[in-house]
């Protein structure tokens, strides 16, 4: 049995094989800078891993208060020493990545405080949070004021008007990293440094928060190592490798974690209480896996952004540029191309791989959202995911993959499912 005819079983025709082994052909470089990332990220993870002396007492589960849960406060340790950050709040407990940013900017922001975004608008959930979309518990309901400066171009920091924006009432700066639902440039780490820099020129007493989801591993370095104040994600994205079942991080200074995790549990208990209810097995080996899945997701989106900018499609990033986080955009132009991408996504899964995505709304967005994932985490997009608003310019964000392989095969079927429908030519 060749390759040819497991392909040919699972529904991927000779053409659309060889078509996706040439583009293969011209990715070699980029696959070695990918892998030699996720090297020196693994090793990263295995220094905080040895540093603090992990063993298998760190896997007892805990129920009730957690007082005590050497595990908890290891793990927690073992993500700050990775982050290069003083503190780290990990856990269960922390349901999603906005429950998470939620807690982050509620625990340190006060009534009258402003908040200054100053990578445009934040991802679609923050909205609500923010209140920028009216919210029972928005932050602007408790008197935090809002203001948001525009990336240039889509692509960068507007440095002259951040360092105009910043006044003596700006209390924390918001960062988003990855472009969620956005056709806009995700951020270097290293741009985010000079944006930081340029906020604390003016007020080095101001707070910044990076939204880090989806680019945890991307880079060698993370926002923590460019002074953000916290850096933010979710475990069902790139740091829980595919093995966490839930939650969320949040690393940064001593005074930030602090609040935070008052925020989440109460005044006067903070990081002492929370029981890990033997999650942290998943916590941990899905961190020890972390850089590799992340390498295997990236090796897809790379893969996806070459056979797409071949059909004609514009992708972002494109295949030969910088990536900063995992997720790949790839507009369509059509409800009808969305349809067909997610389906064939869905026909490479694991689970679920029998049904067809269709557009429905969803808590949080403002157009209906069509979602292909066929994935052992509900929900989880750092497993091989396609997804977006079924809105102009019908993008989807293509992201995931907790194999290459698996990411190579939805690639394949997707533009199957495309070609199939007469909606591609190869
Ligand atoms: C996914 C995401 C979030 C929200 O995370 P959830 O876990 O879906 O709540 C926030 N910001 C960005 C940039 C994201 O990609």
């Known amino acids: 049995m060749t390759t040819n005819d497991v392909y040919a079983a699972l529904g991927v025709s000779p053409a659309v094989l060889a078509f996706g082994e040439r583009v293969l052909g011209t990715l070699g470089e980029r696959f070695a800078a990918i892998d030699a990332n996720a090297e020196l990220c693994q090793a990263k993870v295995l220094a905080a891993m040895r540093k603090n002396h992990v063993n298998a007492t760190h896997f007892a589960a805990t129920t009730g208060y957690g007082y005590d849960d050497a595990g908890r406060d290891t793990l927690e340790r073992v993500y700050a020493d990775t982050f290069h950050a003083e503190a780290a709040l990990v856990r269960p407990q922390l349901v999603c990545g906005t429950h998470a940013l939620a807690v982050a900017l509620s625990a340190n922001l006060l009534p009258n405080d402003e908040l200054l975004a100053i990578s445009g608008k934040p991802y679609d959930t923050l909205e609500e949070v923010i209140g920028i979309r ?255 608003p079924v809105r102009a310019p019908y993008a989807v964000y293509f992201q995931g993959g907790l194999t290459w392989h698996h990411a190579k095969l939805g690639v394949l079927l997707s533009m199957q499912t495309l070609l199939d429908e007469g909606l591609i030519a190869l």
Do not use: W
């Open 134 to 388: 009216p919210s029972p518990c928005s932050l602007a309901e408790y008197g935090v004021h809002y203001r948001q400066v525009e990336l240039l171009d889509s692509s960068r920091f507007d440095l002259p008007a951040i360092r105009a924006a910043v006044t003596e009432k700006t209390k924390l700066v918001h960062i988003q990293r990855s472009k969620g639902y956005q056709t806009r440039a995700t951020l270097s780490v290293a741009q985010i440094g000079e944006a930081i820099a340029a906020v604390k020129a003016v007020k080095p007493d101001a707070l910044v928060l990076v939204d880090n989801c989806y680019g945890e591993f991307v880079e060698p370095i993370e926002p923590s190592d460019v002074g953000a104040d916290m850096t933010v994600g979710s475990l069902i994205k790139n740091p829980g490798g595919g093995l966490a079942p839930i939650g969320g991080y949040i690393v940064g200074t001593r005074a930030c974690v602090d609040r935070c995790a008052y925020r989440l549990s109460a005044p006067g208990l903070g990081q002492e209480v929370g029981a890990n209810l033997g999650l942290l097995p998943a916590l941990y080996q899905g961190f020890f896996l972390a850089p590799a899945v992340t390498a295997a997701a990236l090796r897809g989106a790379v893969f996806a952004a070459a056979a797409y900018e071949r059909l004609g499609f514009r992708v972002v990033p494109a295949p030969d540029e910088a990536r900063h986080d995992i997720i790949q955009a790839v507009e369509l132009g059509s409800e009808a191309a969305m349809r067909a991408f997610c389906k064939g996504i869905q026909l490479a899964a694991p689970v679920d791989s029998y049904v067809t995505p269709e557009p429905a709304p969803m808590p949080g967005y403002d157009s209906p959202v069509i979602m292909a994932a066929g994935a052992f985490v509900q929900g989880s997009s750092i497993e091989l995911s396609a997804d977006g």
